[in-house]
């Protein structure tokens, strides 16, 4: 065997060994799950498909690679990942349409469970900040008063005023 298959041999076994000790996708960073490193004979041989079957997903738009010099497909983690659920799918009967329906769904749920996370953040933050805001109100003289949380500025004196809209 020449020594450039072996290399490559080796070297898939290694990315199969590498991806299957990463069984659980959220163990791996968000930039390396999305970061485009295997060509279309090392996807397809990760997703236990045949290379002409990952072109034609490409085509109709079910998992689309990112392209390395305009031309060669380039499959991250996440896309080996989504073409291992999309050959269990099919050989669970679901077409080819209701396939692409379902990562539709997934990726707009992905896409929420983000900004409810930034949202909670940002309200957490916004909790750490108000919980150190300073207070001011008015007081008895018109002037701006420092207050404490939940304390009210003391009124100056207990007369009522009376005021008419002209």
């Not at 163990?27 to 045949?50: C, P």
């Amino acid at each position: 065997m020449p020594a450039r298959r072996v290399t490559a041999q080796y070297t898939r076994l290694r990315i199969r060994q590498n991806v299957a000790e990463c069984d659980d996708p959220r163990m791996l960073a968000a930039e390396h799950r999305h970061a485009a490193l295997f060509v279309i004979s090392v996807a397809a041989e990760l997703a236990d498909m045949h290379p002409q079957t990952l072109r034609q997903y490409d085509r109709i738009g079910l998992v689309t690679p990112r392209r390395q010099g305009g031309r060669h497909r380039r499959y991250s983690p996440h896309d080996v990942d989504q073409l291992r659920e999309i050959q269990q799918l099919s050989q669970e009967g679901v077409s080819l349409e209701g396939i692409r329906r379902v990562i539709e769904l997934q990726n707009e749920v992905e896409e929420l469970q983000s900004e409810v996370a930034e949202l909670r953040s940002q309200l957490r933050e916004a909790e750490r900040a108000s919980a150190s805001a300073r207070v001011f109100a008015v007081g008895p003289h018109g002037d701006v008063v420092k207050l404490a949380r939940g304390q009210r500025p003391q009124p100056a004196t207990r007369e009522l005023v009376v005021w008419r809209q002209r």
